[in-house]
C-alpha cells in the first residue's frame, strides 16, 4: 500500500514527476475506505488515491479493491458528459487499484463543511440537481450498461452496511428495508454515483467538483436523489436553524433534477424518499453513522426515517413537512 514515504517514487515511476524533485505530500481525509495523498511540486499537484481491502470502521467491513478502476472510469466518462465537473484522470494502475487525479486548489471547501457552517447556497444545490441530471440521462445506453455492470462494490459499500445491517439491527424493519434493496439490486437504468453527497463536493468560485465515485454502477438513479436528500435532512435535523435553508436547497435540487431528465428517468416522489428512510435509519445504525450527530438528533433522525421508510410520502414537500415538525419550524 502507498504511504506518504513512497508516493514519490511511485509518481516518478508512473512518469508523472520527475527524479529527484522536491515534494509536499499531505494525508488527505480518504474516509473510511481509501488511503489519499496530495501531493505538490512545482510541476504537479495531483491526488494519488488507493483502495483499502478492509474498511476503517469498527465492525469487520472487506471490500473488493478494483473499487478504484471504476471510480478512475466513471471520473473519465462523467467528464465527457460534463467537461469541468470532476477533477482530471492523469494515470489509472490496474495492478495497484490506484489512480492519480488533479487535485483542486486549496481553499476550496466541502459543500459539507459549508452546511454545517451554516452556509448555504442553493446555486449548488441547483447545479447539482443538473449536473446528475445529465449523467443519468448521458447513460442510459447499452454502452454504459456494459461498462458499469458489476454492482459488488455497490453491494459492499452500501447495501451490506447500510440496508442489510439495518435489517439485522431492526428485524421489524427487515422486509420493508429488504424491498428497498431488491430494488436498487434490479435492472438498472443509468450510471448511478452512490456516493452523491455534500462531502463529495468541492466548492470554487466559479464552478464546483463532484469526486468520489468508487461505488458508481448502472442501477436505479432513485438512489443518487435519495442519497442527496438524507443528508440534507440530517443536516437540518442537525442545525434547526438553518432547517429552511436546507430545505430550500433540497427542493431547488429536486427540481432542477426533475426539470431536467426525460420522461423515462423522472423521479418519483414515493420511492425516493422510501429510499431516504432506509438511508436515515443506517446512518444512524448502520456501519458507518453520520459522526456529526448528537444522540438526541440520532433518536429524531432514527424516528423519522422509520416513518419515511414505512410510509413514504407521495410528494416531497410533504416530507419536507414532517422534516419541519421535527426540527421545529
Known amino acids: 500500500m502507498l504511504t506518504a514515504a513512497t508516493v514519490g517514487a511511485y509518481l516518478e515511476e508512473k512518469g508523472l514527476l520527475a527524479p529527484g524533485v522536491p515534494i509536499e505530500v499531505t494525508e488527505l481525509g480518504g474516509g ?7 501531493v505538490e511540486s512545482d510541476g504537479l ?31 473519465e466518462l462523467a467528464a465527457a458528459l460534463m467537461p469541468g465537473t470532476v477533477p482530471r484522470v492523469l494515470e489509472l494502475d490496474l495492478e495497484a487499484c490506484a489512480f492519480t487525479i488533479e487535485r483542486a486548489p486549496a481553499d476550496w471547501p466541502t459543500w459539507k463543511d ?47 452496511p447500510y440496508y442489510r445491517t439495518v435489517m439485522r439491527v431492526h428485524p421489524d424493519l427487515a422486509r420493508v428495508v429488504g424491498a428497498y434493496a431488491e430494488r436498487l439490486l434490479g435492472p438498472g437504468r443509468c450510471l448511478v454515483h452512490g456516493d452523491y453527497s455534500p462531502k463529495n463536493v468541492l466548492v470554487g468560485p466559479d464552478r464546483l467538483w463532484l469526486i468520489d465515485f468508487e461505488v458508481a454502477h448502472f442501477g436505479e438513479p432513485s438512489f443518487d436523489l435519495a442519497f442527496m436528500f438524507n443528508h440534507l435532512f440530517l443536516k437540518a435535523l442537525h442545525r434547526p436553524v438553518t432547517a429552511p435553508r436546507y430545505l430550500a436547497c433540497a427542493q431547488t435540487f429536486w427540481d432542477a433534477y426533475a426539470g431536467s431528465v426525460p420522461g423515462l428517468l423522472a423521479p418519483d416522489a414515493a420511492a425516493v424518499l422510501g429510499q431516504v428512510g432506509c438511508l436515515m435509519v443506517a446512518r444512524i445504525d448502520g456501519k458507518s453513522p453520520a459522526e456529526y450527530l448528537s444522540d438526541e438528533e440520532r433518536s429524531r433522525a432514527r424516528s423519522l426515517g422509520r416513518r419515511l421508510l414505512t410510509h413514504p410520502p407521495g410528494a416531497v414537500s410533504e416530507a419536507f413537512a414532517e422534516v419541519r415538525t421535527v426540527t421545529g419550524g
Open 32 to 38: 473510511v475506505s481509501n488511503i489519499v495523498l496530495g
Open 45 to 75: 499537484c495531483c491526488v494519488v488515491k488507493q483502495s483499502l481491502p478492509r474498511l476503517r470502521v469498527a465492525d469487520e467491513w472487506i471490500a473488493k479493491r478494483e473499487r478504484a478502476v471504476t471510480e478512475a472510469r466513471a471520473l
Open 114 to 160: 459549508d452546511l454545517l457552517e451554516g452556509r448555504v447556497d442553493e446555486a449548488v444545490a441547483r447545479r447539482l440537481g443538473l449536473i446528475l441530471a445529465a449523467w443519468h440521462s448521458g447513460t442510459t445506453d447499452a454502452a454504459s450498461a456494459e461498462a458499469f455492470a458489476d454492482r459488488e462494490g455497490f453491494e459492499q459499500l452500501r447495501i451490506d
